[in-house]
């Protein structure tokens, strides 16, 4: 019922809105946002205090590891969805603001069902709702960006379902349980059973698909394009969440994959890509001369970081790759934002075009700072404590080549980003930029989000411990 | 039903070789339309043998879906650009033997499931893994939007061909997932041509190089 209701609000909200306009369709936009998130947060709670939530005959399903992305969506979400009017042309919003919440609905959709084919549709479902808010400025830059968006990530997707194929192929050749071979609940059952070879051939089809989507090296071509192009609140929702919904999906498998065909396979996969994503992110970290893509090739690291987690397991890098699924959608949704509002002062997403943010954009530029500080792994933001479980779990598992060769090429990241952001904070602009706004408003969600990383990095609120060890429960039983 | 299956799947991959083969727009899309309507007699044959009524129902909508609506759209897409002459030199030598190569590669693949199924229809499951292989490669290969657009549904076509063989069918609400998304795949794909070919006069991607680095 709660689940059924918290995919029902962005699905009617997206309906509502396709007609309205002016101050109706912001004041529209904002309740379904607010109410987004409420229905998210109230899961997660509901979830964390109790059983998995079922329904529709368990059709949808969340257990703490969906409670765990719901909750992220709905932050994000919320975080993006105030931004959001700023790039709205009041006399048409309705194509904005019904793809923005029909690409919630579609990645909430693909959190929180327990049918694997479902979380295929819904995470194709993300590309095609996406799609054209890639291409909402309509320039020639953004058109590329959202061609090649499309045409990767459907290819990656096909491959996706390629997988999903082949694992329920395994499941009623092993059992000829057909009516729910698809439910992952019953996949995990019958995982020992299944045959190893097949479900290996298909984890690989898995991982290159949903791997796409994650934007993980190499299949990440896509990622800094529709990045940089799309507006800052859906580049934040991407970079924020959408990778993240890839990986969930590739979590969703690894348990059964690690059951059918042993730990190292999966185990051997993840770490590779993962090592390969922060090695190239490195690189052009170094390189991008447009700070959009250079947040893009950031969000790539992270990802790389988090597989590199899930790849080392155990209770601690598990709970760490989570830990920085969270971290990462907070911190890089919020620089975005703070990049959608440098673009439109400076009229130019060129690193080189922007300087004296200190001093033209005070606030815009402190809150840049933090947030860059935080991406980069320093305290006390919470990014650094998900790095530290991450490569603690590298080392006391057995991995010291893997976590030390990523551990170099973070500090290379590191080095890349932290030059890039002191030249936009501190040097001189070729122009002046336009004043920022004024006024309480625009700083409370980068208050409130550099809160919550505080949070993450100093003070666990009571409660995230718990529901991080009730995921690692599910992922590595 | 391993006769009938193993010979509708190797027609099917005859036409993939066909695409690859020929260069001329319409007559590519016209084997496009024949591989779809395989596939949907394929789909069709196996219902009936395997006593699949929902597969009869999915080769219905296969045929429509691929058969007549998708090529629609594409022709409509095409007929916008100006005939490309076919460029002098090129020939389809290497893109076959590649072609060759991966029908290999789709057998050596797929031996695990070979190996795993006892179906009499898993003989034609490397032959439908071949198909999506080409169309993989068609769609990388491709030089203008059609022929993404062209290579992703051959592709497309493949992995269902597989999943027919292999499953007998998938649950309705993915196989429906499925139809609805190729479809407003191609829809997009159409919304974003006519504005590629707005912008560039063509829709040459080469010319959609701006974003680099």
Redesign the interface.
Known sequence: MMLGALLATPLVGALLLWRAVGRVATALHALTATLTLAGALAVSVTVNRGDPLVALDGFLRADALSAWMIALIGIVGALAASEAPRYVAPAAPGRFYLLFHLFIFTMLLAVSTD?V??M??AV??TT?AS??LV?FE?T??S??????Y??IC??GI?IA??G???V???G??QFGDEAHA?RWTTLLRLAPGL?P??I??AFVFLVIGYGTKAGLAPMHTWL??AH??APAPVSALMSGVLLSVGVYAILRFKPAVDAAAGAGFARGILLALGLLSVAVAAA?LW????YK?MLAYSSVEHIGLVCLGLGFGGRLGTAGALLHIANHALAKSLVFLLSGRIRSAYGSAEIAAVGGLMRHMPRTGAGFLATMLALVGLPPFGLFVSEVMIFGAGFTQGFPAVAGAALVLLVVAFAGLLRSAHTMLYGTPPREPAAEAPGWRPALPVAVALLMLLFTGLAWPPGLGDALDRIVAIVVP | MTTASNLLAFLGLVVTLLIVWRQSWPARLRLFVAQSLLLAALASTIGVLAHRRGLLLVAAVLAVVKGWVIPRVLARIASGDPVRPVAPGRSSGIALLVAGGLVVAAYV?M???T????LPTEGAIPLAFAM?LIG?SL?VTGRD?LG?ILG?LV??NG?FG??IL??YG??G??EA??FL?VL??VL??EA?VV??RR??DSID?DR????R?
């Open positions: 049918d084919g479902l295929w549709v194709e479902g095609l799609v054209f291409n309509r020639r830059a058109l590329e960006a959202s061609y090649k499309l045409l459907s290819v096909a379902f390629l999903t194929v082949l329920y192929f395994a009623i050749q698809l045959a070879r097949v290996e051939l800094p394009d940089s192009e052009f390189t991008s001369s447009n893509r | 693949i031996l695990p499931v190996a795993a199924a006892e999506a993989l769609c939007a993404h992703f592709f497309e992995i597989l999943a292999a499953t998938l649950p609400i993915v997932g499925v998304d407003v795949i997009i794909m974003v504005q590629v912008e560039h991607v959609l190089n701006e974003l680095g």
